[in-house]
Nanobody
Framework: QVQLAESGGGLVQAGGSLRLSCAAS????????MGWYRQAPGKQRELVAT???????KYADSVKGRFTISRDNAKNTVYLQMNSLKPEDTAVYYC?????????????????WGQGTLVTVSS
């Protein structure tokens, strides 16, 4: 009923930039927080950045000053602009949304995840 579709991953050289996008679709009534997480090989998934519906943001210390999260509430889309990329940023990046969905007259809370997009930064 609800899907998150990510795009924008790929291979980039160190110092380069990439922009990730994630569009939520389906029976969505409203979206609260949206965010990006990442998981590097052999490591646990970690938070990269989050943004509230009002635009308040939070970043992992490792990406502060290099990454910028933003969202378009009208399009149910969240973005992650990644600049000055480093090899240690290499990971699968996952979109996350805390939302309220509907099914007929029923409304419920749902935490939804995207399928992930691979970002590879070469040295």
């Amino acid at each position: 009923q609800v899907q998150l579709a990510e795009s924008g991953g790929g291979l980039v050289q160190a110092g380069g930039s990439l922009r990730l996008s994630c569009a939520a679709s389906g029976n969505i009534f409203s979206i609260n927080d949206m965010g990006w997480y990442r998981q590097a090989p052999g490591k646990q998934r970690e938070l990269v950045a989050t943004i509230t519906s009002g635009g308040s943001t939070k970043y992992a210390d490792s990406v502060k000053g290099r990454f910028t999260i933003s969202r378009d509430n009208a399009k149910n889309t969240v973005y992650l602009q990644m600049n000055s990329l480093k090899p240690e940023d290499t990971a699968v990046y996952y979109c996350n949304a805390d939302l309220i969905y509907y099914s007929g007259s029923y409304y419920g809370d749902l935490e939804s995840w995207g399928q992930g997009t691979l970002v590879t930064v070469s040295s």
